[in-house]
């Protein structure tokens, strides 16, 4: 049977990440150009709280599949499985689960350090505005998607685990010899 309070824990875990990575989406660094003479001009930052925000995310993130891997045994540790469906579809989610979190951890990592990127230049003598760096809208966004479908094929795969750990496979001796 699985256990409620590990799916409870784990669903709060993600749920807390797929609200930092919407935050920070909504409050990536925005830029604007300042002129400080007629002939230079620079780039100046807003506060950097979606980098934060991105890391946060992905802290919570992977403490909720390190969570789920240590209570389930990572599917390699422990005595073998009965081959079943229940099985096979646990591998198939195991995997899955594994793709989607890499996804996600990788989107939340890079939004945060290009979000922290900030150029440092500025531009004398031209009529060309500095260039102004900033993150694309998308990456966090991308990142929360990825959590939720790391949310919902991790505690499948916990649930089809269980039952695959549950499952007793019929013991049929084969032909038997009886009395006549």
């Known amino acids: 049977m699985a256990s409620v309070m590990l799916l409870f824990v784990v669903f709060v875990f ?5 609200g930092l990575a919407v935050a920070a989406e909504q409050r990536r660094t925005t830029w604007q150009i300042v002129n400080e003479s007629r002939d230079s001009s620079y780039c100046v930052y807003e506060k950097d709280i979606a980098t934060g925000l991105g890391i946060g995310s992905f802290l919570i993130l992977l403490a909720s599949q390190l ?6 045994r990572c599917l390699c540790c422990g005595r073998a499985l009965t081959p079943s469906g229940s099985r096979s ?3 198939l989610l195991f995997i899955t689960t594994w793709v989607f979190f890499f996804i996600a951890e990788v989107c939340l990592l890079a939004g945060s350090v290009q979000n922290a990127y900030h150029t440092k230049y500025r531009v004398y003598l031209g009529n ?8 694309r809208k998308g990456v966090f966004g991308a990142g929360a998607a990825f959590i ?9 795969y916990y649930v089809c685990l269980a039952r695959a750990k549950d499952f007793e496979a019929p013991r049929d001796p084969g032909i038997r010899m009886s009395s006549l």
């Open 67 to 72: 969570f789920l891997m240590v209570a389930s």
């Open 89 to 91: 579809c646990a591998i």
């Open 14 to 18: 993600d749920l807390i990440a797929f």
């Open 128 to 135: 060309t505005a500095p260039s102004c760096r900033s993150l």
């Open 148 to 156: 939720v479908l790391t949310g919902i094929v991790s505690e499948l």
